[in-house]
């Protein structure tokens, strides 16, 4: 006798069937560079108040520490260098600066797939950092993080979706020559995505081998000024309102070499930066305003990332406090003074101050995630993977990081409000002799995916079904996509004829 089929089970697998279909990458529900914007914790009066006191920080207070190249820049836009040694940098100049600088950038990626177009309130989310540990989720404990590691935090990212780019997230400590980690460090990465990827130089004297060893990843010079797949995320000042002379002449040989630049201000709200909140956006973006002059006395117009990346502090004990609700107030703020000048800009946001992937994590990275979002952020640095206030970064939680941005994204994406989203035709079917309920209908399973976000991994069972499938435990599905990801050759891995070239001319750790 055959069996009635459940309707119930029968609609769910409709469901699901029409969930897995593909749907076009414009169509999702989420995607890189949706417009945020909605959240505004600064008036207009505030951002003007802060605006005027980050000029009037720049023609009293200025900069000390500036390298003589970069002395030199910046008197010939018009800087003062008072008998103090300090650079003082008048209005007139900072409005000169802003109307030269660059106002859409475009990140560029190897593949041509996943160029990132940084303007107005578009909003993409990736990694950075600079951790020394690697959390091993499975031992509950912290190790030195390696070049390996390197390489697999980028191939895990090229298979993400809502990660957007890759920035260096670790050091590679199993490399003690400085020189040879920074070369290390771009081929980790670039082997492991086409995504866009930033990095740091220890030294000027290392750039030069760095475009090199670029050149010939890109095929050519010229094929690497056209499409820079890499920039440099620059550390130029050192809070409180001194340039990181070092950094600064990497930076200088970077903007001669193409590369773009993330002018990064790190300050530390109470320790090197004021300790409200509102001091330590000032500050930062005096500081940005300093290397905005900077880079354009260099080059008129070269991309320039506005990075205001203020921290939070617990003043109690002096740990940083990248999970709190001041971090995210800082970003969002940030974000929006980026907006006031109308320039591409990053910020920090997504750091946990907990050890491991657990409930202290969610709620913390998705906090300043989500608010980030909303400001709309640029570029969202540090949202995923990192732990323990920026020490340690975990491939797990890079994993479901995935998960949680697609939500924080569809959050940027806000509510559509027209015909036929208000669905009074579907309405009418529905309530007036139709079934009395939306469960299959047309268009609910066309709209399955261009309005839902499904978590890859996050659990949605009953209970009944949850004990029914072993009873999963969100970390160990990490786990398993991670072996899952690694097991697989690197989609972004170099050809054999350029590689061997690469291993040939520099000294590459990563096996073959």
């Known amino acids: 006798m055959t069996q009635p089929v459940s309707r119930r089970s029968g609609g769910r697998n409709a469901r699901r069937a029409a969930r897995s279909a593909p749907i076009a990458k414009d169509e999702r529900s989420v995607r890189p560079g949706m417009e945020g914007g909605v959240l505004k914790p600064l008036t207009e009066e505030k951002m003007q108040r802060i605006h005027e006191a980050a000029m009037e920080a720049l023609e009293t207070i200025g900069l000390a520490d500036a390298p003589e190249s970069g002395v030199k820049y910046l008197l010939g836009a018009g800087a003062i260098q008072g008998e103090d040694g300090r650079i003082r940098i008048p209005r007139a100049v900072v409005e000169d600066a802003l109307s030269k600088a660059c106002r859409e950038i475009t990140l560029y990626s190897r593949d041509g797939e996943h160029d990132l177009t940084l303007s107005g309130n578009r909003v993409h989310f990736g990694t950075a950092g600079a951790a020394v540990h690697m959390v091993d989720v499975e031992g509950r404990h912290y190790r030195d993080s390696t070049v390996q590691d390197l390489h697999d935090a980028a191939r895990i990212t090229d298979k993400l979706d809502n990660i957007h780019f890759l920035q260096r997230p670790m050091v590679c400590r199993d490399i003690s020559d400085n020189r040879e980690m920074d070369l290390n460090t771009i081929y980790a ?53 001194k340039f990181a002379t070092e950094s600064c002449e990497v930076m200088e040989k970077c903007i001669e070499g193409g590369m773009p630049v993330l002018l990064l201000s790190a300050g530390m709200a ?61 970003t969002a703020g940030c974000a929006q003074m980026h907006k006031f000048y109308g320039l591409p800009g990053g910020a920090a946001a997504g750091m946990t101050d907990a050890k491991v992937p657990d409930m202290q994590a969610g709620w913390e990275q998705m906090c300043s995630n989500v608010m980030a979002g909303l400001s709309g952020l640029n570029m969202v640095y540090e949202s995923v993977g990192m732990h323990a206030s920026l020490l340690g970064f975990c491939h797990e939680s890079l994993i479901l990081g995935d998960d949680l941005v697609g939500h924080a994204l569809r959050c940027v994406r806000g509510i559509e409000v027209d015909d036929e989203t208000l669905a009074l035709d579907q309405m009418r079917e529905v309530c007036m002799g139709g079934p009395g309920h939306y469960l299959g209908t047309g268009q609910t399973l066309a709209r399955m995916q261009a309005d839902y976000v499904y978590p890859a991994l996050g659990d949605r069972t009953s209970p009944k079904e949850w004990v029914e499938v072993g009873k999963p435990e969100l970390n160990q599905k990490a786990i398993a996509r991670k072996e899952e990801i690694l097991s697989e050759p690197s989609a972004a891995r170099f050809d054999p004829i350029k590689d ?13």
């Open 270 to 330: 109470g320790a090197t930066a004021p300790s409200t909140i509102a001091g330590a956006i000032t500050q930062a973006v005096a500081e940005c305003l300093a290397g905005l002059v900077y880079v354009n006395a260099i080059k008129p117009g070269h991309p320039a990332i506005i990075g205001t990346w203020p921290f939070g502090l617990d003043l109690r004990s002096g740990a940083m406090t990248g999970g709190s609700g001041e971090q995210a107030l800082l």
């Open 500 to 512: 061997k070239a690469l291993r040939e001319r520099f000294r590459i750790h990563l096996s073959s």
């Open 189 to 241: 990465t670039t082997s492991g995505t086409t995504k866009h990827i930033g990095t740091s130089f220890t030294e000027p004297d290392y750039v030069d081998d760095a475009l090199e060893m670029l050149h010939m990843i890109a095929g050519g010079e010229d094929e690497w000024r056209a499409r820079p797949f890499m920039s440099n995320s620059n550390c130029f000042v050192v809070p409180p309102m």
